[in-house]
């Protein structure tokens, strides 16, 4: 199941507040800017339902020590009209995640900062924020 389509959702966890513009619960490009290793972890929603997505978000909040506030959902299309490639890399068996089938990447970053704050910024403008359920966990 390597082809993702263009209208196939994919989930960023928010884990920091200040991801988010609190005034109109946007979604802000810090939430897209991809580690030093270039590589954005993202959850894809197919074959999931909610309380799915939630559960993988739970278990990075958890792993990583952090907040969860809610995810940004955005299209596969609009990732890949920045030139970027979007890399199905499944989670097994994990001894601190467990399994997430769901997992990818988000690949192909230019090496330039300001290029890729900018195309973080086009990604966050296409997303859209949804709060945690639970509040904050």
Request: proline residues 6%; glycine residues 4%.
């Amino acid at each position: 199941m390597d082809f993702i389509a263009d209208d196939e959702l994919l989930a960023r966890y928010i884990l920091y507040s200040r991801w988010i513009r609190r005034s109109n619960q946007t979604v802000k490009q810090d939430a897209f800017i991809p580690p030093s290793n270039l590589e954005l972890s993202v959850t894809r929603h197919v074959h999931l339902v909610e309380d799915d997505i939630w559960r993988f978000g739970k278990k990075v909040a958890r792993y990583r020590n952090c907040t969860l506030y809610g995810r940004a959902d955005v299209k596969t299309g609009h990732v890949k009209m920045q030139n970027l490639e979007v890399k199905p890399q499944p989670i097994e068996s994990d001894p601190n995640l467990g399994d997430n089938p769901n997992h990818a990447k988000v690949i192909g970053w230019p090496l330039e900062k300001n290029a890729r704050k900018m195309i973080a910024l086009e990604i966050a403008n296409a997303a859209r924020f949804v709060a945690n359920p639970e509040g904050k966990v």
